[in-house]
């Protein structure tokens, strides 16, 4: 079974930054690449950004774009989420996932990483 771990989140003011690591270990999707998740109070999950983990493409859902970069490194079986310019509406728990497209492959989810932007 796939293991993830998600970490780096914290208390950021508006405009700050914050770099999140995800870790997968276990069972690993090796044909899929990997994504970003939030998930705000009251709201449902929503996908952030994805790599392909052949091609390292990236794509970013719009409320992103241009603020966040997704990475990874594939030795360590990491991905990486720079977040910059944050805002308020960024609050949320993020998640990773390996991921087809926007849509994760397993059900499985770690204990996210709570990410809080307020000045």
């Known amino acids: 079974q796939v293991q993830l771990v998600e970490s780096g989140g914290g208390l950021v003011q508006p405009g700050g930054s914050l770099r999140l690591s995800c870790a997968a270990s276990?069972?690993?999707?090796?044909?899929?690449?990997m994504g970003w998740f939030r998930q705000a109070p009251g709201k449902e999950r929503e996908f952030v950004a994805g790599?392909?983990?052949?091609?390292?493409?990236?794509y970013y859902s719009d409320f992103v774009k241009g603020r966040f970069v997704i990475s990874r490194d594939n030795a360590k079986n990491t991905v990486y989420l720079q977040m910059n310019s944050l805002k308020p509406e960024d609050t949320a728990v993020y998640y990773c996932?390996?991921?087809?497209?926007?849509?994760?492959?397993?059900?499985?989810w770690g204990q996210g990483t709570q990410v809080t932007v307020s000045s």
């Open positions: 790599i392909r983990w052949s091609s390292a493409s990236t």
């Open positions: 996932n390996f991921v087809a497209g926007t849509v994760q492959v397993s059900g499985v």
């Open positions: 276990g069972r690993t999707y090796s044909n899929y690449g």
